[in-house]
C-alpha cells in the first residue's frame, strides 16, 4: 500500500463515516414528523443507521491501524507492501 492509496483508504472511510451521520440525522428527524407506521419505519432506519455507524467507526479504526502498519513497513523495506497473490512467481 502506497501512500496514496491509504490516503484514498482513510478518505473512502471518513466519507462513509460521515454519510451514515447525515442518514441517521434525516431518519431522526423524519421520525418526529410522521407518526404512525411511518413514524416506525423510520425509527427503524435511524437505528439501523446507528449500527451501521458504530460498525464503521469500527472499520475507521481498522482502517487508520492497517494504513499505519503499511506504511510504516514500507518505510522500513523502503519498497511498497503487496498482496501474496501481487508477487511474481520465484525463477525455476
Do not use: C
Amino acid at each position: 500500500m502506497d501512500a496514496s492509496s491509504g490516503s484514498r483508504a482513510l478518505s473512502a472511510v471518513d466519507d462513509l463515516v460521515e454519510l451514515l451521520r447525515l442518514a441517521q440525522s434525516a431518519a431522526e428527524r423524519l421520525a418526529e414528523e410522521v407518526y404512525g407506521p411511518a413514524f416506525e419505519h423510520a425509527q427503524l432506519i435511524s437505528r439501523d443507521m446507528q449500527r451501521l455507524r458504530r460498525s464503521a467507526q469500527t472499520l475507521k479504526s481498522g482502517i487508520e491501524s492497517f494504513v499505519s502498519r503499511e506504511e510504516n513497513a514500507t518505510v522500513e523495506r523502503d519498497h511498497p507492501l503487496r498482496r501474496q497473490g501481487d508477487r511474481a512467481p520465484a525463477p525455476k
